[in-house]
């Protein structure tokens, strides 16, 4: 056997002694002092931030307040075409949702529908198994999320994202093709989302004031979807939501798409008409709407009516911006130049994300609302439009 020298020895029993004093004192660290578990935990997505506050009383309270700090919206978007029978965005989603610094509580989801549905031709296929594509979706998004989570699901004609990961990368309009996103809105302090869903059998007084549509003094912005609006009696059942809507002091905005496939139904049959959307009540809550008119048919003046929201003095931190636009615009309506409407709302607000649809009419005006309120005067017909596009500011605090 080999008799190692005096030195080497000592230099051996050093550094064993070296790293368990290193050990110790990491490990006392993080057992003991919650400004730095906190701080290390800032940089740890939520999925495993829930995992790790199981470890010990101290990483759960930090962990609780790490959540509460994390109070911005994210999102994933997706374009494309998918593999293994499900949408683009649910296989984007099942990804990147591993990686998000925030724990939903609310999820607006839009997907095209020709793909949703199985219309494109890279999707024929039979009746019985497009019905189970859809319900898959369904299902696959609610495993992502956590329970309790509120999932609105839109399908429309064509898809207004920002790409997944920069709120500085420039939006992309996909009238045709295979694409999707979802936004996630945390709980966020002095802001309230409720979401909404009504058709023909459940909309009544009592469950628009519930909803928090009427009778909210704190209401400041509804975005809203409905489908099936061409059914007999669809017009008049929109009319009965913008009617109180158009009187209040909120910013209303959305579109006619053309289904939901989350929240399910449970009075209303297949195929009848309804409305979903999320009603944004608090003090925190701004929103600021332009319409570009039939009228605006050129870049420059497209880039033109968007630099008017400017005039609401919205801050660019924690802003969404919403395009909601007929399918008769896009690059039909300006002279086969594509993306121009998405192009010039990012030349004037490059740090704001902007998402939507296009869709078969527009709901919305020109409107601002801050603590001192700026509106427009209109009624419920001046808030229903075709052949324009509503571009759109939210301000959550």
Not at 25 to 36: D, I, R
Not at 280 to 288: D, F, M, N, Y
Not at 357 to 383: A, S
Request: net charge neutral; glycine share 8%; with cysteine.
């Amino acid at each position: 056997m080999e008799i190692p020298q005096l030195g080497e020895a000592n230099m051996d029993e050093s550094q064993d002694f070296t790293a368990s004093l290193t050990d110790s004192k990491a490990s006392y660290v993080l057992s003991n002092v919650a400004e730095v578990v906190e701080r290390i935990l800032t940089f740890v997505p939520t999925k495993s931030l829930l995992h790790i506050a199981s470890v010990c009383r101290l990483w759960r309270n930090c962990a609780r307040r790490v959540l509460r700090t994390q109070q911005q919206p994210t999102w994933v978007s997706a374009s494309g075409s998918s593999n293994g029978g499900v949408h683009v965005l649910c296989s984007a989603l099942s990804e990147e949702v591993e990686k998000v610094f925030l724990l939903p509580k609310t999820v607006l989801a839009m997907v095209d529908y020709d793909t949703f549905t199985g219309q494109s031709s890279c999707y024929r296929q039979s009746k019985a198994k497009r019905s189970r594509y859809s319900s898959d979706m369904v299902e696959e998004l609610n495993l992502l999320f956590p329970k309790g989570c509120d999932i609105m699901g839109i399908t429309t004609p064509g898809i207004v994202l920002t790409p997944t990961g920069s709120c500085c990368s420039p939006p992309r309009e996909y009238q045709e093709g295979e694409a999707g996103f979802a936004v996630m809105f945390p709980n966020i302090e002095g802001v309230h989302i409720r979401p909404f869903h009504f058709c023909k059998k459940s909309i009544s007084p009592a469950a628009l004031k519930e909803a928090g549509l009427v009778d909210n003094p704190e209401l400041r912005v509804v975005l809203m979807f409905v489908y099936e609006a061409f059914k007999s009696g669809g017009a008049r059942f929109l009319n009965q939501i913008l009617e109180p809507l158009a009187k209040s002091k909120a910013l209303v905005a959305g579109g006619l798409v053309e289904s939901v496939f989350s929240p399910t139904r449970h009075c209303c049959s297949q195929g009848a008409y309804g409305v979903v959307g999320l009603a944004l009540s608090g003090p925190k809550v701004q929103g600021a709407s332009v319409l570009l008119d039939q009228d605006i048919s050129n870049p420059k003046a497209a880039e033109a009516t968007i630099r008017r929201l400017k005039a609401a003095k919205i801050p660019e931190r924690n802003t969404l911006g919403f395009m909601f636009a007929c399918v008769g615009r896009g690059h039909n309506y300006y002279n086969n130049q594509t993306n121009v409407e998405a192009d010039a709302f990012h030349k004037v607000f490059p740090n704001t994300p902007l998402f939507g649809l296009f869709g078969n009419g527009e709901i919305g005006c020109d409107r601002i609302v801050k603590d001192d309120y700026t509106l427009c005067d209109t009624d419920t017909d001046g808030l229903q439009h075709e052949y324009t596009t509503v571009m759109t500011l939210v301000h959550l605090g």
